[in-house]
Protein backbone atom coordinates (compact mmCIF):
# COMPACT_ATOMS: atom_id res chain seq x y z
CA UNK A 1 0.00 0.00 0.00
CA UNK A 2 1.76 3.06 -1.08
CA UNK A 3 0.02 7.12 -0.28
CA UNK A 4 0.42 9.37 -2.90
CA UNK A 5 -0.37 13.37 -3.03
CA UNK A 6 -1.70 13.69 -6.89
CA UNK A 7 0.89 16.13 -8.26
CA UNK A 8 -0.38 19.95 -8.55
CA UNK A 9 0.51 22.05 -11.70
CA UNK A 10 3.48 23.31 -10.08
CA UNK A 11 4.83 20.42 -8.57
CA UNK A 12 4.27 19.11 -12.49
CA UNK A 13 6.62 21.41 -13.61
CA UNK A 14 8.89 20.28 -11.16
CA UNK A 15 8.59 16.67 -11.80
CA UNK A 16 11.84 15.71 -12.68
CA UNK A 17 13.19 16.94 -9.52
CA UNK A 18 10.36 15.35 -7.23
CA UNK A 19 10.20 11.91 -5.58
CA UNK A 20 7.15 10.31 -7.19
CA UNK A 21 5.48 9.44 -4.09
CA UNK A 22 5.69 8.24 -0.64
CA UNK A 23 7.50 5.11 -0.47
CA UNK A 24 6.48 1.89 0.34
CA UNK A 25 8.85 1.94 3.26
CA UNK A 26 7.16 4.65 5.17
CA UNK A 27 4.03 3.50 4.00
CA UNK A 28 3.96 0.03 5.67
CA UNK A 29 4.57 2.46 8.64
CA UNK A 30 1.80 3.83 8.74
CA UNK A 31 -0.30 0.78 7.67
CA UNK A 32 1.53 -1.90 10.83
CA UNK A 33 2.06 0.70 13.66
CA UNK A 34 -1.31 2.92 13.00
CA UNK A 35 -3.53 1.76 10.96
CA UNK A 36 -4.44 2.77 7.55
CA UNK A 37 -4.85 6.08 6.90
CA UNK A 38 -6.64 7.75 3.48
CA UNK A 39 -3.82 9.62 1.19
CA UNK A 40 -5.76 12.82 2.03
CA UNK A 41 -4.47 13.49 6.11
CA UNK A 42 -0.51 13.53 5.33
CA UNK A 43 -1.19 14.77 1.82
CA UNK A 44 -2.92 18.16 3.44
CA UNK A 45 -0.09 18.41 5.92
CA UNK A 46 3.08 18.11 3.03
CA UNK A 47 1.13 20.55 1.19
CA UNK A 48 0.55 23.05 4.02
CA UNK A 49 4.08 22.85 5.07
CA UNK A 50 5.76 22.21 1.89
CA UNK A 51 4.26 25.64 0.61
CA UNK A 52 5.95 27.37 3.46
CA UNK A 53 9.23 25.56 3.35
CA UNK A 54 9.19 26.41 -0.05
CA UNK A 55 8.78 29.62 0.27
CA UNK A 56 11.62 29.84 3.05
CA UNK A 57 13.59 27.86 0.20
CA UNK A 58 12.75 30.26 -2.73
CA UNK A 59 14.03 32.95 -0.57
CA UNK A 60 16.81 32.02 0.85
CA UNK A 61 17.59 30.77 -3.20
CA UNK A 62 16.94 34.11 -3.96
CA UNK A 63 19.32 35.44 -1.24
CA UNK A 64 21.88 32.86 -3.05
CA UNK A 65 21.74 34.49 -6.15
CA UNK A 66 21.65 31.58 -8.18
CA UNK A 67 19.71 30.66 -11.35
CA UNK A 68 18.13 27.35 -11.12
CA UNK A 69 14.98 27.15 -8.53
CA UNK A 70 15.02 24.31 -5.94
CA UNK A 71 13.66 21.06 -6.16
CA UNK A 72 10.94 20.09 -3.37
CA UNK A 73 11.04 16.94 -1.89
CA UNK A 74 7.13 15.32 -1.03
CA UNK A 75 8.07 16.35 2.33
CA UNK A 76 8.22 19.84 1.61
CA UNK A 77 11.48 20.17 2.33
CA UNK A 78 13.71 22.46 -0.09
CA UNK A 79 16.82 20.75 -1.77
CA UNK A 80 18.84 23.42 -3.43
CA UNK A 81 22.14 22.76 -4.97
CA UNK A 82 25.80 24.74 -4.68
CA UNK A 83 29.25 25.26 -3.06
CA UNK A 84 30.36 26.84 -0.38
CA UNK A 85 28.44 30.17 -1.04
CA UNK A 86 24.91 28.67 -1.43
CA UNK A 87 25.79 27.23 2.29
CA UNK A 88 26.87 30.91 3.55
CA UNK A 89 23.87 32.33 1.99
CA UNK A 90 21.78 29.76 3.74
CA UNK A 91 23.83 30.16 7.09
CA UNK A 92 23.67 33.95 6.90
CA UNK A 93 19.42 33.91 6.36
CA UNK A 94 19.15 32.10 9.30
CA UNK A 95 21.69 35.02 11.04
CA UNK A 96 19.89 35.27 14.44
CA UNK A 97 18.56 31.61 14.96
CA UNK A 98 20.72 29.03 16.54
CA UNK A 99 22.02 26.43 13.24
CA UNK A 100 22.92 23.10 13.29
CA UNK A 101 24.41 22.07 10.23
CA UNK A 102 24.49 18.40 9.13
CA UNK A 103 26.38 17.32 6.69
CA UNK A 104 25.21 13.86 5.61
CA UNK A 105 25.04 11.89 2.11
CA UNK A 106 22.33 9.06 1.81
CA UNK A 107 25.21 6.50 1.20
CA UNK A 108 25.86 7.29 4.71
CA UNK A 109 24.19 4.54 6.97
CA UNK A 110 25.49 6.23 10.20
CA UNK A 111 23.74 9.61 8.36
CA UNK A 112 20.95 8.15 7.58
CA UNK A 113 19.86 6.50 11.33
CA UNK A 114 20.57 10.43 12.91
CA UNK A 115 17.88 11.32 10.18
CA UNK A 116 14.70 10.81 12.14
CA UNK A 117 15.81 11.97 15.42
CA UNK A 118 17.51 14.95 13.01
CA UNK A 119 13.83 15.28 12.02
CA UNK A 120 12.14 15.40 15.41
CA UNK A 121 14.94 17.76 16.58
CA UNK A 122 13.89 20.14 13.77
CA UNK A 123 10.13 19.88 14.70
CA UNK A 124 10.37 19.94 18.48
CA UNK A 125 12.46 23.55 17.89
CA UNK A 126 10.48 24.36 15.18
CA UNK A 127 8.84 27.27 17.39
CA UNK A 128 12.41 28.23 18.88
CA UNK A 129 15.34 30.34 17.17
CA UNK A 130 16.54 27.31 15.71
CA UNK A 131 16.82 26.32 12.21
CA UNK A 132 18.55 22.94 10.78
CA UNK A 133 20.42 22.77 7.38
CA UNK A 134 21.62 19.78 5.60
CA UNK A 135 24.32 19.64 3.35
CA UNK A 136 23.96 16.35 1.32
CA UNK A 137 27.56 14.93 -0.51
CA UNK A 138 25.98 13.02 -3.04
CA UNK A 139 27.02 14.42 -5.30
CA UNK A 140 31.10 14.10 -4.61
CA UNK A 141 30.67 10.62 -5.69
CA UNK A 142 28.56 10.93 -8.93
CA UNK A 143 28.86 12.66 -12.03
CA UNK A 144 25.45 12.95 -12.44
CA UNK A 145 23.66 16.33 -10.52
CA UNK A 146 20.65 16.04 -11.11
CA UNK A 147 20.00 12.07 -10.03
CA UNK A 148 22.21 13.20 -6.83
CA UNK A 149 19.41 15.79 -6.26
CA UNK A 150 16.80 13.02 -6.78
CA UNK A 151 17.98 10.55 -4.83
CA UNK A 152 18.01 13.65 -1.82
CA UNK A 153 14.88 14.33 -2.46
CA UNK A 154 13.18 10.89 -2.13
CA UNK A 155 15.23 10.63 0.72
CA UNK A 156 14.06 13.49 1.95
CA UNK A 157 10.45 12.79 1.24
CA UNK A 158 11.02 8.99 2.86
CA UNK A 159 12.11 9.92 5.97
CA UNK A 160 9.41 13.15 6.44
CA UNK A 161 12.86 15.42 6.49
CA UNK A 162 11.17 19.31 7.02
CA UNK A 163 14.37 21.53 6.92
CA UNK A 164 16.31 22.50 3.55
CA UNK A 165 19.33 20.55 2.34
CA UNK A 166 21.75 21.44 0.11
CA UNK A 167 23.07 19.15 -2.01
CA UNK A 168 26.80 20.11 -2.78
CA UNK A 169 28.29 20.45 -6.13
CA UNK A 170 31.85 21.75 -4.75
CA UNK A 171 35.08 20.24 -4.42
CA UNK A 172 35.72 17.86 -1.10
CA UNK A 173 38.94 20.25 -0.31
CA UNK A 174 36.95 23.58 -0.13
CA UNK A 175 34.16 21.66 1.62
CA UNK A 176 36.93 20.40 3.88
CA UNK A 177 39.12 23.86 4.26
CA UNK A 178 35.22 25.86 4.78
CA UNK A 179 34.19 23.62 8.05
CA UNK A 180 37.76 21.96 9.13
CA UNK A 181 36.24 18.64 8.28
CA UNK A 182 38.46 15.91 9.63
CA UNK A 183 36.68 13.46 6.52
CA UNK A 184 34.29 11.58 8.50
CA UNK A 185 30.50 12.49 8.12
CA UNK A 186 28.21 12.59 9.51
CA UNK A 187 29.09 15.78 11.04
CA UNK A 188 26.85 18.49 12.72
CA UNK A 189 28.44 21.67 13.86
CA UNK A 190 26.10 24.18 15.95
CA UNK A 191 26.60 27.40 15.27
CA UNK A 192 24.95 30.44 17.95
CA UNK A 193 22.29 33.40 16.87
CA UNK A 194 25.91 35.45 15.81
CA UNK A 195 27.22 32.68 13.11
CA UNK A 196 30.05 31.53 15.84
CA UNK A 197 30.83 27.61 15.91
CA UNK A 198 29.63 26.61 19.44
CA UNK A 199 30.05 23.01 19.08
CA UNK A 200 30.73 19.98 16.54
CA UNK A 201 29.90 16.39 16.70
CA UNK A 202 32.09 14.11 14.49
CA UNK A 203 29.80 10.80 13.94
CA UNK A 204 26.11 10.29 14.24
CA UNK A 205 24.81 11.88 17.55
CA UNK A 206 23.73 10.28 20.32
CA UNK A 207 20.78 11.17 22.73
CA UNK A 208 22.96 13.12 25.02
CA UNK A 209 24.09 15.52 22.35
CA UNK A 210 20.52 15.99 21.15
CA UNK A 211 19.61 16.91 24.68
CA UNK A 212 22.30 19.43 24.87
CA UNK A 213 21.49 21.42 21.62
CA UNK A 214 17.86 21.30 23.42
CA UNK A 215 18.74 23.27 26.65
CA UNK A 216 21.14 25.59 24.48
CA UNK A 217 18.37 26.89 22.62
CA UNK A 218 16.19 29.52 24.42
CA UNK B 1 -5.95 17.03 13.11
CA UNK B 2 -4.45 17.02 16.62
CA UNK B 3 -4.57 13.17 16.02
CA UNK B 4 -3.62 13.16 12.68
CA UNK B 5 -0.12 15.59 13.52
CA UNK B 6 0.23 12.71 16.78
CA UNK B 7 0.15 9.98 14.41
CA UNK B 8 3.00 11.64 11.66
CA UNK B 9 5.01 12.22 14.41
CA UNK B 10 4.91 9.03 15.72
CA UNK B 11 6.90 7.34 13.14
CA UNK B 12 9.90 9.78 13.18
CA UNK B 13 10.06 9.87 17.11
CA UNK B 14 10.15 5.98 17.32
CA UNK B 15 12.37 5.38 14.77
CA UNK B 16 14.52 8.52 16.59
CA UNK B 17 14.47 5.79 19.67
CA UNK B 18 15.64 2.87 18.06
CA UNK B 19 18.07 5.24 16.03
CA UNK B 20 19.80 6.81 18.67
CA UNK B 21 20.13 3.16 20.38
CA UNK B 22 22.33 2.11 17.25
CA UNK B 23 24.06 5.33 16.73
CA UNK B 24 26.85 5.15 19.59
CA UNK B 25 28.34 2.51 17.50
CA UNK B 26 29.42 4.31 14.68
CA UNK B 27 31.91 6.91 17.07
CA UNK B 28 35.79 6.46 17.33
CA UNK B 29 37.38 4.85 19.51
CA UNK B 30 39.43 7.52 21.16
CA UNK B 31 42.73 5.54 21.21
CA UNK B 32 42.69 4.82 17.66
CA UNK B 33 45.09 7.86 16.76
CA UNK B 34 45.83 8.07 13.69
CA UNK B 35 49.36 7.12 13.04
CA UNK B 36 51.97 9.85 12.96
CA UNK B 37 54.74 10.95 10.30
CA UNK B 38 57.71 9.50 11.51
CA UNK B 39 56.52 6.57 13.24
CA UNK B 40 57.49 2.46 12.25
CA UNK B 41 54.60 0.34 10.57
CA UNK B 42 53.23 -1.45 12.74
CA UNK B 43 53.27 -5.44 12.14
CA UNK B 44 50.25 -7.48 11.21
CA UNK B 45 49.35 -10.79 10.53
CA UNK B 46 46.21 -10.67 8.53
CA UNK B 47 44.10 -13.77 6.60
CA UNK B 48 43.69 -12.56 3.09
CA UNK B 49 41.17 -13.05 0.56
CA UNK B 50 43.75 -15.46 -1.27
CA UNK B 51 43.33 -18.00 1.19
CA UNK B 52 46.78 -16.96 2.92
CA UNK B 53 48.08 -15.55 5.97
CA UNK B 54 50.08 -11.96 5.10
CA UNK B 55 52.65 -10.49 7.93
CA UNK B 56 54.05 -6.48 7.30
CA UNK B 57 57.05 -8.46 6.15
CA UNK B 58 55.67 -10.05 3.25
CA UNK B 59 53.62 -6.99 1.92
CA UNK B 60 56.70 -4.98 2.70
CA UNK B 61 58.70 -3.81 -0.70
CA UNK B 62 62.17 -2.80 -1.02
CA UNK B 63 61.75 0.67 -1.83
CA UNK B 64 58.61 1.39 0.07
CA UNK B 65 55.13 -0.32 1.08
CA UNK B 66 51.75 1.13 0.93
CA UNK B 67 49.02 0.23 2.95
CA UNK B 68 45.24 1.24 2.24
CA UNK B 69 41.90 0.51 4.68
CA UNK B 70 39.29 0.15 2.74
CA UNK B 71 36.33 -1.78 2.27
CA UNK B 72 33.55 -2.95 0.34
CA UNK B 73 30.48 -1.41 1.17
CA UNK B 74 31.44 2.32 1.15
CA UNK B 75 30.65 4.27 -2.34
CA UNK B 76 34.11 6.27 -1.68
CA UNK B 77 35.54 2.73 -1.19
CA UNK B 78 34.27 1.79 -4.18
CA UNK B 79 35.05 4.84 -6.28
CA UNK B 80 38.96 4.40 -5.73
CA UNK B 81 39.13 0.61 -6.54
CA UNK B 82 40.19 0.93 -9.74
CA UNK B 83 42.73 3.64 -8.74
CA UNK B 84 44.45 0.90 -6.23
CA UNK B 85 44.44 -1.45 -8.85
CA UNK B 86 46.00 1.02 -11.20
CA UNK B 87 48.64 1.85 -8.62
CA UNK B 88 49.50 -1.66 -7.80
CA UNK B 89 50.22 -1.90 -11.07
CA UNK B 90 52.65 0.87 -11.21
CA UNK B 91 54.22 1.19 -8.62
CA UNK B 92 54.92 -2.37 -7.11
CA UNK B 93 57.51 -3.51 -10.36
CA UNK B 94 59.09 -0.48 -8.66
CA UNK B 95 59.92 -1.49 -5.15
CA UNK B 96 56.38 -0.64 -3.41
CA UNK B 97 54.91 -3.37 -1.98
CA UNK B 98 50.64 -2.77 -1.29
CA UNK B 99 48.02 -3.88 0.71
CA UNK B 100 44.27 -3.62 1.32
CA UNK B 101 43.14 -3.90 4.64
CA UNK B 102 39.10 -3.95 5.47
CA UNK B 103 38.32 -3.64 9.26
CA UNK B 104 34.37 -2.92 9.27
CA UNK B 105 32.61 -4.65 12.09
CA UNK B 106 30.85 -6.69 9.48
CA UNK B 107 28.30 -8.21 12.15
CA UNK B 108 26.53 -4.32 11.44
CA UNK B 109 28.05 -3.74 7.83
CA UNK B 110 27.47 -7.87 6.38
CA UNK B 111 28.41 -6.10 2.53
CA UNK B 112 32.08 -5.78 4.72
CA UNK B 113 32.18 -10.07 5.66
CA UNK B 114 34.72 -11.93 4.66
CA UNK B 115 32.81 -13.64 2.50
CA UNK B 116 31.96 -10.81 0.73
CA UNK B 117 35.09 -9.55 0.49
CA UNK B 118 36.66 -12.74 -0.99
CA UNK B 119 33.78 -12.27 -3.84
CA UNK B 120 35.16 -8.63 -4.53
CA UNK B 121 38.29 -9.19 -4.92
CA UNK B 122 37.35 -12.04 -7.51
CA UNK B 123 35.30 -10.22 -9.00
CA UNK B 124 37.51 -6.80 -9.17
CA UNK B 125 40.65 -9.12 -10.26
CA UNK B 126 42.33 -7.66 -7.29
CA UNK B 127 45.53 -7.71 -7.35
CA UNK B 128 47.19 -6.78 -4.34
CA UNK B 129 46.30 -8.74 -1.09
CA UNK B 130 43.15 -8.15 0.89
CA UNK B 131 43.30 -8.64 3.75
CA UNK B 132 40.62 -8.73 6.76
CA UNK B 133 41.37 -7.54 10.55
CA UNK B 134 38.25 -8.94 11.82
CA UNK B 135 39.53 -8.06 15.44
CA UNK B 136 40.26 -4.21 14.63
CA UNK B 137 43.61 -5.17 16.19
CA UNK B 138 45.75 -3.07 13.82
CA UNK B 139 43.28 -0.65 13.19
CA UNK B 140 43.49 0.33 16.27
CA UNK B 141 47.64 0.80 15.65
CA UNK B 142 47.37 2.41 12.25
CA UNK B 143 43.87 4.22 13.36
CA UNK B 144 42.27 4.66 9.95
CA UNK B 145 39.08 7.44 10.70
CA UNK B 146 38.00 6.58 6.91
CA UNK B 147 37.97 3.95 4.19
CA UNK B 148 39.79 4.85 1.58
CA UNK B 149 42.86 6.09 3.74
CA UNK B 150 46.37 5.28 3.04
CA UNK B 151 49.55 4.98 4.87
CA UNK B 152 52.89 4.86 3.06
CA UNK B 153 55.85 3.90 4.40
CA UNK B 154 59.43 4.49 3.38
CA UNK B 155 62.08 1.60 2.89
CA UNK B 156 62.75 1.70 6.62
CA UNK B 157 59.18 1.15 7.23
CA UNK B 158 58.94 4.49 8.52
CA UNK B 159 55.27 6.97 7.90
CA UNK B 160 56.11 9.23 5.35
CA UNK B 161 52.72 9.56 3.88
CA UNK B 162 49.16 9.74 5.27
CA UNK B 163 45.49 10.25 3.98
CA UNK B 164 43.69 10.63 0.98
CA UNK B 165 44.77 8.91 -2.64
CA UNK B 166 43.89 12.29 -4.13
CA UNK B 167 41.60 15.39 -3.93
CA UNK B 168 37.99 13.54 -5.40
CA UNK B 169 36.39 10.82 -6.00
CA UNK B 170 35.24 11.22 -8.92
CA UNK B 171 38.34 10.21 -11.37
CA UNK B 172 37.40 13.02 -13.65
CA UNK B 173 37.39 15.62 -11.18
CA UNK B 174 40.61 15.04 -9.78
CA UNK B 175 43.32 17.97 -9.78
CA UNK B 176 45.87 17.06 -6.76
CA UNK B 177 47.32 13.48 -6.41
CA UNK B 178 48.92 13.77 -3.25
CA UNK B 179 49.65 10.01 -2.47
CA UNK B 180 51.14 9.62 -6.38
CA UNK B 181 53.38 12.82 -5.85
CA UNK B 182 54.42 11.05 -2.24
CA UNK B 183 55.40 7.78 -3.73
CA UNK B 184 57.33 9.94 -7.11
CA UNK B 185 59.15 11.61 -4.26
CA UNK B 186 59.85 8.54 -1.72
CA UNK B 187 60.81 6.77 -5.05
CA UNK B 188 63.01 9.86 -6.25
CA UNK B 189 64.77 9.95 -2.49
CA UNK B 190 62.99 13.94 -2.43
CA UNK B 191 61.29 15.52 0.66
CA UNK B 192 57.47 14.57 0.51
CA UNK B 193 55.70 17.04 -0.98
CA UNK B 194 52.58 16.85 0.96
CA UNK B 195 53.25 14.46 3.78
CA UNK B 196 49.27 14.68 5.69
CA UNK B 197 46.28 14.38 4.11
CA UNK B 198 42.49 14.91 5.58
CA UNK B 199 40.68 11.46 4.36
CA UNK B 200 37.76 12.07 2.92
CA UNK B 201 35.34 8.55 2.93
CA UNK B 202 32.61 6.52 4.95
CA UNK B 203 33.66 6.48 8.91
CA UNK B 204 35.75 3.33 9.99
CA UNK B 205 32.92 1.20 11.50
CA UNK B 206 34.17 -0.08 14.98
CA UNK B 207 32.80 -2.61 16.85
CA UNK B 208 30.82 -1.53 19.76
CA UNK B 209 32.84 -4.02 22.31
CA UNK B 210 36.24 -1.85 20.92
CA UNK B 211 33.72 1.47 21.53
CA UNK B 212 32.87 0.21 25.03
CA UNK B 213 36.56 -1.26 26.23
CA UNK B 214 38.02 2.40 24.99
CA UNK B 215 35.76 4.57 27.14
CA UNK B 216 36.54 2.83 30.04
Known amino acids: ??????????QEEDRALLAPALPPRMASHRSTKHGRQGASAPCFRQRGTAAVLALIGLVAWSCGGKREPP????????????E???????????RGKWVLLNIWATWCRPCVAETPALTALAHDLRNRPFALVGVSLDFLVTNAEAAAVRKVAKFAGEYQVLYSNVVYT?????????????????TSILYDPQG??????????????LRRIRQRIP | MTQRRRRIWTVPMVAAGAAILLMAADRTPPGAEELTIGKAAPDFSLPATDGKTYALADIAGPKGTLVIFTCNHC??????????IALTEHYRPLGIGVAAISCNDAKSYPDDSFAKMKERAAEKKF????LYDESQSVALKYGPRVTPHVFLFDSTRTLVYRGRIDDSAKEKSVKK???????????AGKPIPTATTVAFGCSIKWKSDILESKKQ
Not at chain 2, 127 to 130: A, G, L
Open chain 2, 75 to 84: PYAIAYQDRI
Open chain 1, 170 to 186: GSADDLIGRFSLSGVIP
Open chain 1, 1 to 10: MTTTCPATSS
Open chain 1, 71 to 82: AVSTSGAPILTG
Open chain 1, 196 to 209: HEADRWVGAMVDED
Open chain 2, 127 to 130: IFPY
Open chain 2, 177 to 187: RELTDALEALL
Open chain 1, 84 to 94: IARIDSLLAAN
